[in-house]
């Protein structure tokens, strides 16, 4: 199985956890890491190119930080302009059927925050319900979603431990139940 990440991070370089986390899984065999703040720096995503990469992969992971509940500004543009009428849906648009979508997300907040009792008022798995539609839209089946908390305050060793959990949790995935949620960093 060939797996595409696609990584949404606006600062990719100087993110701590964003970072480790895609280098990690850049060292998986039948992995491809795609940047998209480093591709499309003047924000004019090549689409053709695009759908492109997404035929070539049966899996598809967004890797992203968490704004404002949902994805960086690029990533949505690129669900705009990739997953077009005629390709990704409607007639013709089966491109993406039975491919297999995920998302691993990271989040400033503590795993105690995204709760129906925290200050976000709710759970990662609600917060992450549009990426559960788009699946379902597209025809592809979701996957169980990945999370890392508290990322501002990780130790080193909290780094290592969710790089080595991301690369588990994407080897792992087809024996996960969906209804199981990954978090580090409870």
């Not at 991070?9 to 701590?16: E, K, T, V």
């Not at 500004?73 to 007639?91: H, M, N, R, S, T």
């Not at 709710?122 to 908390?149: G, Q, T």
């Amino acid at each position: 199985m060939k797996t595409l990440i696609i990584v949404a991070h606006p600062d990719l370089q100087n993110s701590r956890i964003n970072r480790a986390l895609a280098e990690a899984v850049s060292e998986q065999p039948n992995t491809t890491v795609h940047a998209l703040y480093e591709r499309y720096q003047d924000g004019r995503i090549d689409v053709a190119y695009e759908q492109g990469l997404l035929d070539r992969h049966d899996r598809i992971v967004f890797q992203y930080p968490l704004y404002w509940y949902s994805t960086p500004p690029l990533l949505k543009q690129w669900f705009d302009e990739v997953l077009a009428y005629g390709w990704a849906f409607g007639p013709g648009g089966e491109h993406l059927k039975g491919k297999e979508i995920g998302i691993a997300i990271s989040t400033a907040g503590t795993s105690a925050s995204y709760q129906q009792c925290g200050y976000n008022l709710f759970p990662i798995r609600d917060i992450a319900k549009p990426m559960e539609a788009l699946a379902n839209y597209v025809s592809a089946h979701y996957l169980p979603p990945f999370a890392i908390h508290n990322v501002n305050h990780l130790t080193d060793e909290q780094v290592a431990e969710g790089k080595a959990a991301y690369v588990r949790h994407l080897e792992d995935i087809r024996h996960v139940k969906t209804a199981d949620l990954i978090t580090i960093n409870k």
